[in-house]
């Protein structure tokens, strides 16, 4: 296990603020690492920017209700679009092949899908059909608070978080639930009700089906599909965090799971086959990872041995897997508000440079380039 993740003591680190056109280069014995914020981009009502996705190279930001469109091959914008009947912020966006899914303040999950240059809001989760057919019986109806139900198939707060998984679509929400549901009708599938003690801020989930989830009440739960009972069911809860976890991310293969907390500290987590108190865990703690000076709001997997964090100190941070545990390669700074989402514009090297696009309460998205020879390291075996 390691803890120390500060940077090797022959390693200098200049940093040049140069407002958006900042480059920082970080200089060690064998490589040189630099980034440069290349854009900054602002939505078209310069409010605070709440989430950010990417899709076949356009970059969706959200900012309050309405999401901004950007095509990220000359930085323009192509459209905005939102539903007028609500204005709670978008709190999450996912694809699949077809549409658009955003997750909402109000608990809903809408729908949207693009004709020509424009979206189209097409469905609102659950839909009317699904809710009819529920309501028919009694038993689709669970408590939600004292002497109130609601059917099992709504979330009753804010939906936080969605992950598209083999044409599932996976959803979290402050009301202490996760469900699943069939994105070619829409239905809902499976409600974990009372997922967690507190309201689930963030989820992902494997390409074998395992799900995260983590929760303001500072625990990390992992689920699998128990096909004799057809749900998920606990398969163990992981417990480092010493308050709220607010982001998680896996690495390419499943095998590596960040998580990011308001205690300041991102926690790696690897895959471990092992047996405790008779439950089989399969991710165990390897190290905890220090240089944030405020909470760690989001996480993304860059690249194998690759991954980002964004903080309420207002900093980007890259870090890379070395020989002896995860190590920050550069700070980038230029934000004036916490950084609150984080995509990856390619999963893939081009020409030593990595694209990383990043939205602040500030308004701004700022896109930075990456490049250098440890950028293309093969990762080591720790």
Same mark, same amino acid.
């Given at each position: 296990?390691?803890?120390?993740?500060?940077?090797?003591?022959?390693?200098?680190? /200049?940093?040049?603020? @140069?407002? %958006?056109?900042?480059?920082?280069?970080?200089?060690?014995?064998?490589?040189?690492?630099?980034?440069?914020?290349?854009?900054?981009?602002?939505?078209?009502?310069?409010?605070?920017?709440?989430?950010?996705?990417?899709?076949?190279?356009?970059?969706? /930001? /959200?900012?309050?209700n309405i999401i901004s469109v950007f095509d990220l091959s000359n930085h323009t914008h192509i459209d905005s679009f939102n539903d007028n009947s609500t204005s709670g912020s978008?709190?999450?966006?996912?694809?699949?092949?077809?549409?658009?899914?955003?997750?909402?303040?109000?608990?809903?999950?809408?729908?949207?899908?693009?004709?020509?240059?424009?979206?189209?809001?097409?469905?609102?989760?659950?839909?009317?059909?699904?809710?009819?057919?529920?309501?028919?019986?009694?038993?689709?109806?669970?408590?939600?608070?004292?002497?109130?139900?609601?059917?099992?198939?709504?979330? %009753?707060?804010?939906?936080?978080?969605?992950?598209?998984?083999?044409?599932?679509?996976?959803?979290?929400?402050?009301?202490?639930?996760?469900?699943?549901?069939?994105?070619?009708?829409?239905?809902? @599938?499976?409600?974990?009700?009372?997922?967690?003690?507190?309201? =689930?801020?963030?989820?992902?989930?494997?390409?074998?089906?395992?799900?995260?989830?983590?929760?303001?009440?500072? %625990?990390?739960?992992?689920?699998?599909?128990?096909?004799?009972?057809?749900?998920?069911?606990? =398969?163990?809860?992981?417990?480092?965090?010493?308050?709220?976890?607010?982001?998680?991310? @896996?690495?390419?293969?499943?095998? =590596?799971?960040?998580?990011?907390?308001?205690?300041? @500290?991102?926690?790696?987590?690897?895959?471990?086959?092992?047996?405790?108190?008779?439950?089989?865990?399969?991710?165990?703690?390897?190290?905890?990872?220090?240089?944030?000076?405020?909470?760690?709001?989001?996480?993304?997997?860059?690249?194998?041995?690759?991954?980002?964090?964004?903080?309420?100190?207002?900093?980007?941070?890259?870090?890379?897997?070395?020989?002896?545990?995860?190590?920050?390669?550069?700070?980038?700074?230029?934000?004036?508000?916490?950084?609150?989402?984080?995509?990856? #514009?390619?999963?893939? =090297?081009?020409?030593? #440079?990595?694209?990383?696009?990043?939205?602040?309460?500030?308004?701004?998205?700022?896109?930075?380039?990456?490049?250098?020879?440890?950028?293309?390291?093969?990762?080591?075996?720790?």
């Amino acid at each position: 296990m390691h803890t120390n993740q500060t940077l090797p003591p022959q390693t200098t680190l /200049a940093l040049q603020t @140069l407002h %958006c056109k900042q480059i920082s280069s970080l200089l060690s014995h064998e490589t040189f690492i630099k980034h440069q914020c290349i854009n900054t981009l602002k939505t078209l009502n310069s409010h605070i920017v709440t989430c950010l996705a990417v899709h076949n190279n356009v970059l969706y /930001a /959200a900012s309050t209700n309405i999401i901004s469109v950007f095509d990220l091959s000359n930085h323009t914008h192509i459209d905005s679009f939102n539903d007028n009947s609500t204005s709670g912020s978008v709190k999450s966006i996912a694809f699949n092949s077809t549409n658009i899914f955003t997750a909402h303040q109000d608990s809903k999950i809408r729908v949207w899908q693009i004709r020509l240059t424009h979206h189209h809001l097409v469905s609102t989760l659950p839909t009317l059909k699904d809710r009819l057919y529920r309501s028919l019986l009694p038993k689709n109806y669970v408590y939600v608070r004292r002497h109130k139900k609601r059917l099992w198939i709504e979330h %009753c707060d804010t939906v936080s978080g969605l992950v598209m998984n083999k044409g599932l679509m996976y959803s979290v929400s402050w009301d202490k639930s996760f469900k699943i549901w069939n994105t070619s009708d829409y239905y809902c @599938l499976e409600s974990v009700n009372k997922a967690h003690e507190d309201a =689930v801020n963030a989820i992902a989930v494997s390409d074998n089906g395992v799900v995260y989830t983590a929760s303001a009440d500072g %625990c990390i739960r992992v689920w699998e599909r128990n096909d004799s009972v057809k749900r998920h069911t606990l =398969v163990s809860t992981l417990e480092k965090h010493k308050s709220t976890i607010n982001a998680l991310a @896996l690495n390419g293969d499943g095998s =590596v799971l960040f998580s990011g907390g308001s205690d300041r @500290l991102i926690m790696v987590w690897e895959k471990k086959m092992m047996i405790k108190n008779g439950v089989k865990n399969n991710m165990g703690f390897v190290e905890a990872l220090w240089g944030h000076t405020g909470a760690v709001l989001c996480l993304i997997n860059v690249q194998d041995c690759l991954f980002a964090s964004g903080s309420s100190d207002r900093t980007v941070r890259i870090w890379q897997c070395k020989e002896h545990g995860y190590q920050c390669l550069v700070v980038m700074e230029g934000h004036e508000k916490p950084v609150k989402s984080l995509v990856a #514009v390619s999963a893939e =090297v081009s020409n030593g #440079v990595v694209s990383v696009c990043s939205g602040s309460l500030d308004g701004e998205i700022k896109i930075w380039d990456i490049s250098g020879s440890r950028v293309n390291n093969i990762c080591p075996q720790i």
